[in-house]
């Protein structure tokens, strides 16, 4: 069975390379492109206990928006048009507000969750008649990860507190009800001591697991040695750890 834990040893050296930036990683939290989406890495992390023989429990997946989606409603004269997109943590959200948010409108209103955080904003409207009634439309999605921004042009009828949580719940569900979606597993930054001479078999390992992000690091106060960082599903650490050291015939433990 491999061997998962976080070594003292190596801590510091795991947060050295956690801590500088990556071009291409950043870029790609920035388009949030399904095939890589996932939350804002975690920290380098000790398990529970040390000694610990198995991966730790891996956080579950979700489904998103493939990408920015919209719609557009008329109701007694007030335009409302519902715009939606993916995002990976509440300052892109917020960023997303400011991008696509229209100073003319009577209003702009929102709201997005992101796994159990959550926000909305009635911007003007009645307590609870915008901003809460998109977010239920969020849940009923099943969406997660995700900006719901609606905007309201009035057009001089006003609508009643039942009127408008129909019609900012009602646009917001239409504009999520047949967006395109997929599937994100969550993925975890690991790290492992590679000697030299199983550096060729250690990374057609990580290529057959699909891992991402592969960094080294020759500063591991070993001879002979490098660290090799990578970013893999959680569901799959456990296997490739088994598979390394099967193909290197030797234990190479694998540090979170």
């Known amino acids: 069975m491999a061997v998962v834990r976080a070594s003292p040893r190596l801590r510091s050296s795991l947060l050295l390379l956690l801590s500088q930036p990556d071009a291409a990683a950043a870029a790609a939290r920035r388009s949030f492109c399904c095939a890589r989406a996932s939350p804002s890495p975690a920290p380098a992390r000790a398990m529970a206990s040390p000694s610990s023989s198995s991966a730790p429990a891996a956080p579950s997946p979700y489904t998103t928006l493939v990408g920015r989606v919209s719609c557009e409603r008329e109701i007694k004269r007030s335009k409302f048009i519902a715009i939606a997109a993916p995002v990976p943590n509440e300052r892109a959200a917020m960023a997303f507000l400011e991008e696509v948010k229209d100073p003319r409108a009577t209003h702009n209103c929102w709201a ?25 439309a969020i849940i009923s999605s099943g969406i997660d990860m995700v900006m719901v921004v609606v905007i309201r042009y009035f057009g001089g009828i006003k609508l009643g507190t039942g009127g408008l949580v129909r019609a900012y719940g009602g646009v917001a569900s239409e504009c999520l009800k047949d ?37 080294q690091d020759y500063d591991t106060g070993k001879d002979g040695t490098v660290m090799v960082m990578f970013r893999v599903e959680y569901e799959k650490i456990e296997d490739l750890g088994n598979a390394m050291n099967s193909a290197c015939s030797s234990k190479i433990e694998l540090f979170l």
Do not use: W
């Not at 955080?117 to 009645?126: H, V």
């Not at 395109?180 to 290529?207: N, S």
């Open 112 to 136: 997005f969750k992101l796994g159990e955080q959550f926000r909305y904003n009635d911007d003007g409207e009645p307590s609870s008649t915008a901003g809460k009634p998109i977010y239920s």
């Open 179 to 215: 967006a395109p979606t997929c599937l994100v597993k969550p993925k975890a930054r690991v790290g492992m001591e590679v000697p030299f001479d199983l550096l060729g078999t250690v990374y057609h390992q990580l290529q057959h697991f699909q891992a991402e992000d592969i960094k």
